[in-house]
């Protein structure tokens, strides 16, 4: 698995963040089963992350330890999650999420449904500016 140590930002990133037998055995097909269903918000934030638009690449429903997450700068240890309706029922599951990714050397964004569809503009201008900051370290 690929850990950022805390005193080495330009740590170099793979593509694989989660162990071989994870993969294979349940987080392969769910990635495949969230890319083919994505939400509306996903989908539409997806057409303005992918071929690089932002001018780094951007993963979706990418592995990272135990966790599926939606978007994933691997290149700034970015992580983008789109919160639904469902995740006001899972506050503390979310934040130990985030809290273990944290600790991995991710830096976590979360944007709701309603903020993606609505407001984009100001996602896509949040995700920029944490990726220039985080490139730039």
């Known amino acids: 698995m690929n850990e950022a140590p805390a005193d080495q930002p330009d740590y170099p990133y793979r593509m694989y963040t989660t162990d071989a037998k994870r993969w294979t055995k349940s987080l392969k097909e769910y990635a495949r089963v969230n890319r083919r269903q994505p939400t509306p918000a996903e989908d539409h934030l997806w057409q303005t ?7 780094v690449r951007f993963r979706r429903q990418h592995a990272i330890k135990q966790f599926i997450v939606d978007f994933v700068c691997l290149a700034a240890w970015l992580i983008v999650e789109v919160d639904g309706g469902i ?3 899972q506050a503390d599951y979310d934040a130990g999420r985030t809290h273990e990714l944290q600790e991995c050397g991710f ?10 569809l609505n407001d984009t503009a100001k996602v896509l201008r949040i995700i920029a500016e944490n990726v220039q900051l985080l490139m730039s370290r």
């Open 107 to 116: 830096l976590v964004l979360r944007f709701s449904n309603e903020e993606v």
């Open 87 to 89: 995740h006001a029922d």
């Open 49 to 55: 992350l992918r071929g690089a638009q932002l001018g």
